[in-house]
């Protein structure tokens, strides 16, 4: 397809297990960004990179949370010992060029993950 | 630190109406602002991106202004159809690339 899509869907998983969420990209867009977003709220940002390197992980809340996208194309949001606050729809996006004001992020329907 | 606000958080309206909703930042130096829909249970879907140097950007009924020294965009939406109730985020892009979110206005529009 050509946007950005997103597996799986929904996920649920009992607190302390370990989840894998997954991201493919628009084909050619360097950039890729992870976001979160609660129940009522707005996404939150999570991880950016342009190509295969995290550009800014400031947004990842604790060690627990860790992205690779290691041939510069789909990534994957690693969580180890989930727990129930990490609740939440897991949205991705990516965009042609990283830091260029004029570049539209385009977002995937997002992975549901219930932690019971 | 960027904060966007938006009010109001839930809007409800009678079909054929204009409205306008609007969203504010604290910090003007960014590079564009987004407005984005969002339907329930689903991704987002973008309807406008102003750039930095733009005051406004228009698609179809939508309309969206940019105000960056004072800090605000409005987004309007002429003659409201039913098919547009949905969640309207914006969102500011900083210097680093990433967006910052505004947490949405709940838009219902009756038939």
């Known amino acids: 397809g050509a946007g950005v899509s997103q597996t799986p869907s929904n996920k649920v998983t009992e607190k302390g297990k370990y989840v894998e969420l997954r991201c493919d990209p628009i084909?050619?867009?360097?950039?890729l960004y992870w976001y979160r977003q609660s129940l009522g709220q707005g996404p939150e940002f999570l991880i950016y990179?342009?190509?295969?390197?995290?550009?800014?992980d400031s947004g990842l809340p604790n060690d627990r949370f860790f992205a690779v996208r290691p041939e510069g194309s789909v990534s994957t949001l690693k969580i180890q010992r989930t727990e129930r606050g990490d609740s939440a729809v897991y949205l991705c996006?990516?965009?042609?060029?990283?830091?260029?004001?004029?570049?539209?992020?385009?977002f995937g329907p997002g992975t549901r993950l219930t932690v019971l | 630190k960027q904060e966007v606000t938006q009010i109001p958080a839930a809007l409800s309206v009678p079909e054929g109406e204009n409205l306008v909703l609007n969203c504010s930042f604290t910090?003007?130096?960014?590079?564009?602002l987004q407005w984005f829909r969002q339907d329930p249970g689903k991704g987002l879907t973008s309807l406008l991106l102003?750039?930095?140097?733009?005051r406004e950007q228009t698609s179809g009924r939508l309309n969206a202004s940019l105000d960056k020294s004072s800090g605000r965009s409005t987004l309007y939406i002429a003659a409201s159809q039913p098919g547009d109730s949905a969640t309207y985020l914006c969102?500011?892009?900083?210097?680093?690339?990433?967006?910052?979110f505004g947490q949405g206005t709940e838009l219902s529009v009756k038939p």
């Open positions: 969102a500011v892009r900083d210097q680093g690339g990433k967006l910052i």
């Open positions: 996006a990516s965009s042609q060029m990283g830091s260029l004001s004029y570049n539209e992020q385009f």
């Open positions: 910090d003007s130096a960014i590079y564009n």
């Open positions: 102003i750039q930095s140097s733009q």
């Open positions: 084909s050619g867009h360097t950039a």
């Open positions: 990179f342009q190509g295969t390197g995290a550009a800014d």
